[in-house]
């Protein structure tokens, strides 16, 4: 499984930080950093649940 950002779209609210901050993390300017696009089958109920809080619809599972 694989996790994409469409930065352009990210309005870095963090909301996603917080449901999974094992897989990604904001960078000092306020912009999401994926710390692995590629999702062990221990982390998609995280990687879901990011997907699903994003108020802008800017993380998608692959």
Not at 12 to 21: D, I, R, S
Not at 29 to 51: F, H, K, M, P
Request: aromatic share 0%; glycine share 6%; with cysteine.
């Amino acid at each position: 499984m694989k996790i994409v950002l469409d930065r352009p779209r990210c309005e870095g609210h963090g909301l996603c930080e917080e449901a999974a901050p094992q897989l990604m993390h904001l960078d000092d300017e306020g912009e999401l950093v994926l710390d692995s696009e590629q999702v062990g089958a221990a982390d998609a109920a995280l990687a879901n649940a990011a997907v699903r809080v994003c108020p802008v619809a800017a993380l998608r599972i692959v």
